[in-house]
């Protein structure tokens, strides 16, 4: 079983900056493609970044400049640095991991973390 635990978070001023980390166990080979996505109410789920396996890192047209993601493989964690915060960035903040080879059925499945509410006040 693979479970994403998230961690960052809450509320923040506009303008202001807020990390969010993301780690993934349990018996895991490999992760094609780390990331997060957001969904704010009425809305729907949408990709912010994300991290494929060979480095190449695709961010929100939204995002690109304000937020930076990184992954360390060898620990299965992401993380997104948030700055420049706007109101419109309020969203519940998902972790994702697609393409993740599991041991020992050799299984390839994708996984959402729980969320982390981001909250940014004007």
């Known amino acids: 079983q693979v479970q994403l635990v998230e961690s960052g978070g809450g509320p923040v001023q506009a303008g202001g900056s807020l990390r969010l980390s993301c780690a993934a166990s349990?018996?895991?080979?490999?992760?094609?493609?780390m990331g997060w996505y957001r969904q704010a109410p009425g809305k729907q789920r949408e990709l912010v970044a994300n991290?494929?396996?060979?480095?190449?890192?695709n961010y929100a047209e939204g995002v690109k400049g304000r937020f930076t993601i990184s992954r360390d493989n060898a620990k299965n964690m992401v993380d997104l640095q948030m700055n420049s915060l706007k109101p419109e960035d309020t969203a519940v903040y998902y972790c994702?991991?697609?393409?993740?080879?599991?041991?020992?059925?050799?299984?390839?499945?994708?996984?959402w973390g729980q969320g982390t509410q981001v909250t940014v006040s004007s």
């Open positions: 349990g018996s895991i080979f490999s992760i094609r493609a």
């Open positions: 991290v494929i396996s060979v480095g190449r890192k």
């Open positions: 994702n991991a697609e393409g993740v080879l599991t041991t020992p059925l050799w299984r390839e499945s994708s996984y």
